[in-house]
C-alpha cells in the first residue's frame, strides 16, 4: 500500500468519480485510475463498480472511505500543528543597524507574529555591521548602499537622497539648494570614518571638484542631529532619517546620484536558520 494509492481512491470516492477528482487534484485521470487499480490488485480487493463513467463505492470501498477519512483529517492536524510549532518561534535574534528606522515596520510585524523571539537592536556603522555579521555576533545587519558581495544577502528597503542640515537659527545663511563649494565656506559636520554617508558625500564633493574638511567629526545620526540642531555647522544624512525635527532644516544637494540605499543583510550560508528565515519573510511581505 503506497500514500499515492490510498490519496487517489480518497479522492475519487470523495468526489465521486475520476474525472471531478483528476480536475481537482491536478492529476491525469489514466494516473487516478492506474493507482487505485494497483491498490485494489494488491489486496484483492474491489472499492469501486464502474459504470461507463459512473463510479460507485463497494461495500469495501465505503469501509475504506470511511478510514481515509479519518487518515486524511489527521494529516490535516497534523499539518496545523506543525505550522503552529512552526510560528511559535523562540530564541534571541540580533540586529545591528546604522540607522534602525528603515526597519520599524518588519520588527513591528515580527514581533506581532512572534512574541516569543528576544530582539536585540544595537547601533553600529558600516564597517562594524561586516564585522559583526560574519563574527557571527548578530544576524542581520542593516546599513546603507552596500556593494554585493560573495557572502551577503542582501535586501533593499528602499532609497533616499543624502541632504545638507542646518540648524534653524544657523548663522551662517546656507540657501536651498547649496553647492558644495559653498558648504565648504561653512564649519562642516561630517559622520566618523567608516560612514556610508560620509564616504557618499566626500565622493560626490569630490566631483564637484571640492574637499570638506570637517571641523568637527561625530559619531551615528543622532549625534549629527544634535550637533546641528545646536548651530555648530552643516552636516549631512538621509532624508529618511531627519524625522520631523522642527529645529533642522533640511537643504537639496544638486547631485542626483546622491542618495542612500538601505538594506537588510544576513550571511548566506546562514539564510536557512529559522529566525532568519522568518525575519526575511516579514521583510519581503508586501508593506514589510
Known amino acids: 500500500m503506497r500514500y499515492t494509492q490510498i490519496r487517489a481512491f480518497h479522492q475519487v470516492a470523495l468526489h465521486g468519480g475520476f474525472s471531478r477528482a483528476a480536475e481537482a487534484c491536478g492529476q491525469s485521470q489514466p494516473t487516478l485510475s492506474d493507482q487505485v487499480r494497483a491498490l485494489e490488485q494488491a489486496y484483492d480487493v474491489l472499492l469501486f463498480r464502474r459504470d461507463g463513467r459512473r463510479v460507485q463505492l463497494t461495500g469495501a470501498g465505503e469501509a475504506l472511505f470511511r478510514l481515509t477519512k479519518r487518515f486524511f483529517d489527521v494529516e490535516d492536524e497534523i499539518g496545523q500543528h506543525l505550522s503552529r510549532s512552526r510560528a511559535a518561534l523562540q530564541g534571541h535574534l540580533r540586529i545591528m543597524a546604522d540607522s534602525a528606522i528603515h526597519i520599524v515596520p518588519v520588527l513591528s510585524a515580527f514581533r506581532r507574529r512572534h512574541p516569543g523571539v528576544r ?7 558600516s564597517a562594524q555591521v561586516l564585522q559583526a555579521l560574519r563574527a557571527y555576533d548578530v544576524e542581520f545587519g542593516v546599513l546603507g548602499s552596500l556593494e554585493p558581495m560573495a557572502d551577503l544577502d542582501i535586501l ?11 540648524g534653524e537659527g544657523f548663522a551662517g545663511g546656507v540657501p536651498a539648494r547649496p553647492a558644495f563649494a559653498e558648504i565648504a565656506r561653512h ?7 567608516g560612514s556610508q554617508t560620509r564616504q557618499r558625500v566626500e565622493a560626490a564633493a569630490r566631483r564637484a571638484g571640492v574637499t570638506l574638511r570637517p571641523a568637527l567629526e561625530v559619531a551615528g545620526r543622532e ?7 545646536s548651530g555648530l555647522g ?18 537639496r544637494l544638486d547631485d542626483p546620484a546622491l542618495e542612500m540605499t538601505e538594506s537588510l543583510i544576513n550571511l548566506g550560508m546562514r539564510r ?14 508586501p508593506g514589510g
Not at 530582539?119 to 556603522?125: C, D, H, I, M, T
Not at 564649519?187 to 570614518?193: G, S, T
Not at 549625534?223 to 540642531?229: I, K, N, Y
Open 119 to 125: 530582539v536585540e537592536v544595537q547601533a553600529g556603522n
Open 156 to 166: 533593499s528597503l528602499g532609497a533616499a537622497p543624502i541632504v545638507a542640515i542646518t
Open 187 to 193: 564649519p562642516v559636520v561630517l559622520r566618523e570614518r
Open 223 to 229: 549625534a549629527m542631529r544634535e550637533v546641528v540642531a
Open 234 to 251: 552643516v552636516g549631512f544624512i538621509s532624508e529618511a532619517e531627519i524625522g520631523h525635527d522642527p529645529r533642522i532644516l533640511r537643504h
Open 272 to 285: 536557512d536558520l529559522p529566525l532568519i528565515r522568518a525575519f526575511l519573510h516579514e521583510a519581503r511581505r
